[in-house]
C-alpha cells in the first residue's frame, strides 16, 4: 500500500490527491452535461453544493455508527466517511432541497449521478492505495497482502456504472439516469459487503450495510419504473 508520493521536494497524501481527482472529474462530468442539457451551470452548482453538504455528513454519521465503537463521539464523527451513508443522505435530502431551492431536482440528480459515480470510482481506488475499506481474508492468487481487492472490484464496476449511466438513451425520462445510479449502486454494494468483514453489525446474516444497500437499490427501482410511467 501506498500512503503518499513524492514530487520533487513535495511530500503529497495519496489519498487527498485522489479525492481532489475525483472531486475534479464530478466538477467536469457535471458542467458539459449542464451544457449540453442547456441548464445554468451555476444553478446546478450551487445544488450540487448544497447537496454535497449533506452527503459529507451522511458519510460521517454512517462511518461512526457502523464502523465505530464509540458512535457520534466527536472523534468518531472525524475519523471517516462512508460513500453508502452519503449516497443514503442524498436519497433522503434532494427533494427537499430541490423544493427549498425551487430546482428541477430530479433532472438535476440526472445530471449529476455519472459525475458522482466518477468520483466514487476514483475514491475507491483511493482506498485501495493507503488500505482502507478492505476485504476477508483470502489466499487465492488475485488476492493483495492476503485480502480481497474488494476496493478495486467496485471502482472497476463504479467505471462500467459511469459509462451505462452517460448512455444517451438513459436522457429519454427525467429520473431514469438517477434511478439507474441508485439501483446499480445499492446492488454494487450489497454484493460487495459479502467480500468485507469490517461491519460491526450483522441481523440475520447480513451486516447493517447490506440493509442500507437494498433500500437505495430498491429506491434506485422506484424511480426508475416512476420515470418510465410518468412519461407515458
Request: hydrophobic fraction near 55%; include cysteine; proline fraction near 3%.
Given at each position: 500500500m501506498v500512503s503518499v508520493i513524492e514530487i520533487g521536494p513535495l511530500t503529497l497524501p495519496i489519498f487527498g490527491c485522489l479525492q481532489v481527482v475525483g472531486a475534479l472529474a464530478?466538477?467536469?462530468?457535471?458542467?458539459?452535461?449542464?451544457?449540453?442539457?442547456?441548464?445554468?451551470?451555476?444553478?446546478?452548482?450551487?445544488?450540487?453544493?448544497?447537496l454535497f453538504g449533506v452527503a459529507m455528513l451522511g458519510g460521517a454519521l454512517w462511518y461512526a455508527l457502523v464502523?465505530?465503537?464509540?458512535?457520534?463521539?466527536?472523534?468518531?464523527?472525524?475519523?471517516?466517511?462512508?460513500?453508502?451513508?452519503?449516497?443514503?443522505?442524498?436519497l433522503l435530502a434532494a427533494p427537499i432541497l430541490g423544493r427549498l431551492l425551487q430546482k428541477r431536482w430530479l433532472?438535476?440528480?440526472?445530471?449529476?449521478?455519472?459525475?458522482?459515480a466518477a468520483m466514487q470510482c476514483v475514491g475507491k481506488l483511493a482506498c485501495f492505495m493507503v488500505g482502507c475499506c478492505?476485504?476477508?481474508?483470502?489466499?487465492?492468487?488475485?488476492?493483495?497482502?492476503?485480502r480481497q481487492p474488494v476496493q478495486l472490484l467496485e471502482a472497476g464496476t463504479l467505471a462500467l456504472i459511469v459509462l451505462i449511466l452517460l448512455q444517451p438513451r438513459l436522457r429519454r425520462y427525467t429520473g431514469l439516469v438517477s434511478g439507474s445510479y441508485l439501483a446499480c449502486y445499492?446492488?454494487?454494494?450489497?454484493?460487495?459487503?459479502?467480500?468485507?468483514?469490517?461491519?460491526l453489525y450483522?441481523?440475520?446474516?447480513?451486516?447493517?450495510s447490506q440493509y442500507l444497500a437494498a433500500m437505495i437499490c430498491g429506491a434506485g427501482i422506484a424511480v426508475v419504473r416512476w420515470s418510465r410511467g410518468a412519461a407515458r
Amino acid at each position: 500500500m501506498v500512503s503518499v508520493i513524492e514530487i520533487g521536494p513535495l511530500t503529497l497524501p495519496i489519498f487527498g490527491c485522489l479525492q481532489v481527482v475525483g472531486a475534479l472529474a464530478l466538477l467536469a462530468i457535471v458542467v458539459l452535461r449542464a451544457k449540453a442539457a442547456a441548464i445554468a451551470v451555476d444553478s446546478l452548482l450551487r445544488f450540487a453544493m448544497a447537496l454535497f453538504g449533506v452527503a459529507m455528513l451522511g458519510g460521517a454519521l454512517w462511518y461512526a455508527l457502523v464502523y465505530q465503537q464509540d458512535a457520534f463521539t466527536i472523534p468518531s464523527l472525524l475519523s471517516g466517511q462512508s460513500i453508502l451513508g452519503s449516497v443514503a443522505a442524498l436519497l433522503l435530502a434532494a427533494p427537499i432541497l430541490g423544493r427549498l431551492l425551487q430546482k428541477r431536482w430530479l433532472l438535476y440528480c440526472d445530471l449529476i449521478a455519472p459525475g458522482l459515480a466518477a468520483m466514487q470510482c476514483v475514491g475507491k481506488l483511493a482506498c485501495f492505495m493507503v488500505g482502507c475499506c478492505q476485504g476477508r481474508a483470502c489466499s487465492m492468487f488475485w488476492a493483495v497482502e492476503g485480502r480481497q481487492p474488494v476496493q478495486l472490484l467496485e471502482a472497476g464496476t463504479l467505471a462500467l456504472i459511469v459509462l451505462i449511466l452517460l448512455q444517451p438513451r438513459l436522457r429519454r425520462y427525467t429520473g431514469l439516469v438517477s434511478g439507474s445510479y441508485l439501483a446499480c449502486y445499492g446492488l454494487l454494494r450489497f454484493l460487495a459487503e459479502f467480500l468485507r468483514d469490517d461491519s460491526l453489525y450483522s441481523w440475520a446474516g447480513l451486516t447493517a450495510s447490506q440493509y442500507l444497500a437494498a433500500m437505495i437499490c430498491g429506491a434506485g427501482i422506484a424511480v426508475v419504473r416512476w420515470s418510465r410511467g410518468a412519461a407515458r
